[in-house]
Nanobody, 126 residues
Framework: QVQLVESGGGLVQAGGSLSLSCTAS????????MAWFRQAPGTEREFVAS????????NYADSVTGRFTISKDNTKNTMYLQMNSLRPEDTAVYYC???????????????????WGQGTQVTVSS
């Protein structure tokens, strides 16, 4: 069973920065699309960012473009999300996810991802 473990969440003031990490126990991440989603109370889980298998191309939700950066270190089997210029509306539980199929890029739909972390809370105060 693949386990994804997130870390790095916390409380930060608006305008501040946080960095999240997600480490996979199995299934080397360099073969799968990796992504971040988030879910605020009372809302549906939404796509934040993804990094694809080929050419490490990245995709971002419009709401985070220019502020968040997704990256990965295959040698550590770990993915990262650097979040800058945080806003109160970024407050949510952040989840990392791994695509279903190797060597195939995934998009921004939840059903394209097979494994999920337990989530880490990010709270941005105004």
């Amino acid at each position: 069973q693949v386990q994804l473990v997130e870390s790095g969440g916390g409380l930060v003031q608006a305008g501040g920065s946080l960095s999240l990490s997600c480490t996979a126990s199995e299934r080397a991440i360099n073969y799968y699309t990796m992504a971040w989603f988030r879910q605020a109370p009372g809302t549906e889980r939404e796509f934040v960012a993804s990094i694809n298998v080929y050419r490490r191309s990245t995709n971002y939700a419009d709401s985070v473009t220019g502020r968040f950066t997704i990256s990965k270190d295959n040698t550590k089997n770990t993915m990262y999300l650097q979040m800058n210029s945080l806003r109160p509306e970024d407050t949510a539980v952040y989840y990392c996810a791994q695509g279903r199929n190797p060597y195939r890029d995934s998009g921004n739909r939840i059903d394209e991802y097979a494994y999920w972390g337990q989530g880490t809370q990010v709270t941005v105060s105004s």
